[in-house]
């Protein structure tokens, strides 16, 4: 691939800005929200919550993140949740927060899986919320019948399930929210389940 086709979109060919929070990616987000694309709700929600190119606004991420929520996007329902369960820019409800969780955690969201394993935690409850199955495919978020397609689940956490082993070794090498980063991190969760029973 050229470097062009590398900055552009796979589908649409528009480019991709290369700085987070510049006027241009944040332009290109809104044009995006406004055609109902629930994953730049999810990455505007994630500038206004931080800060990136646009004043810090909790109640303007939980606005996006409900917007996404609504088109079906993960990432939007894990970034809702946590806001409820901190009650930035949403009134503090553990219990939206965790429901939040469980639909994100049933699409595979391996975040999500690591959010429930914490709450339970935090709790002091020796069975978890959530037990996974082999469904969908953590990377690609599709759907797939056992009987058909056998999803291999990551031997380390053993909550990740993939449909390939190319989706596998593509979320093990993304920089930001890959699984390398969670992996660890789910299976000392899974160990103290183990260890309380």
């Not at 935090?122 to 969908?136: A, L, M, R, V, Y």
Request: net charge positive; hydrophobic share 30%; proline share 3%.
């Amino acid at each position: 691939m050229t470097l062009e086709q590398r900055n552009s979109c796979c589908l649409c060919r528009t480019k991709i800005p290369t700085s987070l929070g510049s006027k241009e990616e944040l332009e290109q987000l809104r044009h995006h929200v406004k055609k109902g694309k629930g994953w730049s709700m999810a990455l505007l929600a994630q500038r206004y919550e931080v800060g990136i190119g646009v004043d810090q606004s909790w109640k303007k991420a939980a606005h996006f993140y409900k917007m996404g929520v609504e088109h079906g996007n993960v990432s939007s329902m894990v970034g809702l949740g946590i806001l409820y369960m901190t009650g930035q820019g949403v009134e503090h409800d553990n219990e939206k927060g965790k429901e939040l969780f469980m639909k994100a955690a049933a699409l595979g969201n391996i975040n999500a899986m690591k959010n429930l394993k914490t709450f339970d935690k935090n709790e002091g409850k020796t069975t978890p919320s959530f037990t996974p199955t082999p469904t969908f495919c953590t990377y690609c978020g599709k759907a797939h019948n056992p009987p058909t397609t056998k999803l291999n689940f990551c031997s380390g956490c053993r909550s990740a399930y993939y449909c390939c082993k190319e989706h596998q070794i593509l979320d093990w090498k993304m920089k930001e929210n890959g699984h390398k980063e969670i992996c660890g991190q789910v299976k000392e969760l899974n160990k103290q389940y183990q260890q309380n029973k």
